[in-house]
């Protein structure tokens, strides 16, 4: 079945060129969010220029309603930030509801900018390119920061690796398609200096990403051999990187019955026990406000404001069953979009052919190593997931016009 766009003004939209500013702002949004100067530049932060940019961007989007792109993946989004809203008042904590509200409305003007901005296969490629370059330079800040990005989602060892393992596949798949000499070789280093800073990170779940994403890669390439010969020149890329230190830790990764396993399991068991006991949720950003009345005997002491370490238990306990239902709603539709991208990519053949198959790809290995990841961190409400779907859209608007030959 071809890619339909669902903007009820789609032929005008393939044929207007995306406005300028937008375009520029949506990019300045992603330079502060995943390039985040405003923590290593000496008084920029002061500025605020993340909440000056979010503000002019969203401002720039809803003066240009001719740009907008309807998807149903946005209906599941604002359903999404509906529950979160409607919680608001009834949530035990309401500031901690009315925080992870917020968190979601300030993502979104990213998310929709993207389809109204990226009009061409060529403009997502290059956007998201440009994420693979913010993804190498926070991943080379982390070889030599112990493993850290620069700050907010991106500081922690874990939420680093599960940012790598976002925009690795990208970097992989976008060098099997790329002509050009010096484009192919920045892709092929931007996967070495990924996987170099997941082992900086230490991170097990990282690991776990990695490997899924391996799988992933594997399973979708065109021509077998030549994927795995790939998948294992970067398999000794880290083994190169990694030492004897590391491949110890990661081989505790399995072990549930004592440390940091243990304890993430215990976290794990109180969280499905306060979804059952509250199956419509108990509001975004409770769940460590209500876990001490969960947690099993194995804690010690009351455990008020544990993070729940799942993306899934973080899911089911805070939205409860309507969560689940929309979030894996979005699942699909995502997941749905990006196989149709592999079979119009293939049936159009070409250079746009090839793309559209390569953007299929990498979104379906990105969302492998996102959500392998996600199931060891609370990561339900970084922007990294809701930002892919904003790029699934403009890719399906992008390639609604396109014809086999």
Known sequence: MPLESTNPNAAAVEATAAPKLLTVLMLAYLVLDYGRPQDVVPGLGAAR????????????YLAMPRYWVGAKQFYAVWAFVGLLAAWVPLATNNFYAYQTFLAM??????????PACLRTLPAVRGTLGFCVLLMTFQA????LHGGR???ATLWDQNDLALFVNTFLPFAYF????????LRKLFYAAAMVVGIAAIVATRSRGGFVGLLGIGAVMWLLGAKKIRSLLMIAALAGCLALVA???YWQRISTATDSATGTGRIRLESWKAGWSMFLHNPLGVGGGNFPVKFADYQDRY???GMWGRMAHSLWFTLLPELGVPGAIVYGWLMFLNFRDSFRMRRLGRAAGGADGALLSALGSAFLASFAGFFASGTFLSVLYYPHYWYLTGFVV??????ASMRPG
Do not use: D, H, M, Y
């Not at 080379?140 to 070889?143: L, R």
């Not at 403009?394 to 390639?399: F, I, K, L, Y």
């Open 49 to 60: 220029p993340a909440a000056i940019v979010t503000v002019l961007l969203a401002a720039a």
């Open 174 to 181: 976008f060098f099997r398609v790329e002509k050009r000499v």
């Open 299 to 301: 804690f010690q002491r």
């Open 105 to 114: 409305v300030l993502i979104l003007p990213l998310v929709l900018s993207v």
């Open 140 to 143: 080379s800040w982390a070889i």
């Open 149 to 151: 990005g620069t700050g």
């Open 394 to 399: 403009a890719t399906v608007a992008a390639a």
């Open 243 to 245: 030492n004897a230190s």
